[in-house]
């Protein structure tokens, strides 16, 4: 009868102390953002079935993408893939290095993001009509 208790948070500094204790996890892993070589390889992944342009590099790509994690990486492909579309809504879509750029614009590197974010002390959560509320801390 063992329980098994897996966890992940992007913030490990926000959990309760209590819960950091000795002899309450027999584990705690921290796994840093990817290097530049995982970066490259979560975009291939995440690029695979997108039909990029000859001007897209995944290495330039990678190496400009400091701090991004997988989910990030995700986001920035899936972006840069809705900007094709919005620019040319056929079926006969190309993903270039410019929808990439769009793609820079919106997405930001999560790591980074919470760090500017719990600075300022003000969280937003979303409310069930899709607005958010501020409450700071």
Same mark, same amino acid.
């Given at each position: 009868n063992r329980v098994v208790v897996m966890a992940a948070t992007n913030l490990p500094d926000s959990l309760d102390p209590a819960l950091r204790r000795p002899g309450r996890f027999d584990r705690e892993i921290v796994f840093a953002p990817p290097d530049r070589d995982g970066r490259r390889a979560i975009l291939e992944a995440h690029t695979r079935f997108m039909p990029l342009g000859p001007d897209v590099d995944l290495d330039t790509l990678a190496a400009g993408a400091h701090g991004f994690v997988g989910a990030d990486l995700a986001a920035l492909? %899936?972006?840069?893939?809705?900007?094709?579309? &919005? %620019?040319?809504? !056929?079926?006969?879509?190309?993903v270039t290095a410019e929808d990439f750029e769009a793609a820079r614009l919106e997405v930001a590197p !999560?790591?980074?993001?919470?760090? %500017? &974010?719990? %600075?300022s002390r003000t969280f937003a959560f979303p409310t069930s009509a899709g607005s958010t509320r501020s409450r700071r801390r």
């Amino acid at each position: 009868n063992r329980v098994v208790v897996m966890a992940a948070t992007n913030l490990p500094d926000s959990l309760d102390p209590a819960l950091r204790r000795p002899g309450r996890f027999d584990r705690e892993i921290v796994f840093a953002p990817p290097d530049r070589d995982g970066r490259r390889a979560i975009l291939e992944a995440h690029t695979r079935f997108m039909p990029l342009g000859p001007d897209v590099d995944l290495d330039t790509l990678a190496a400009g993408a400091h701090g991004f994690v997988g989910a990030d990486l995700a986001a920035l492909a %899936r972006e840069a893939g809705m900007a094709a579309l &919005r %620019r040319s809504p !056929t079926h006969d879509v190309t993903v270039t290095a410019e929808d990439f750029e769009a793609a820079r614009l919106e997405v930001a590197p !999560t790591p980074l993001f919470w760090k %500017r &974010r719990s %600075r300022s002390r003000t969280f937003a959560f979303p409310t069930s009509a899709g607005s958010t509320r501020s409450r700071r801390r």
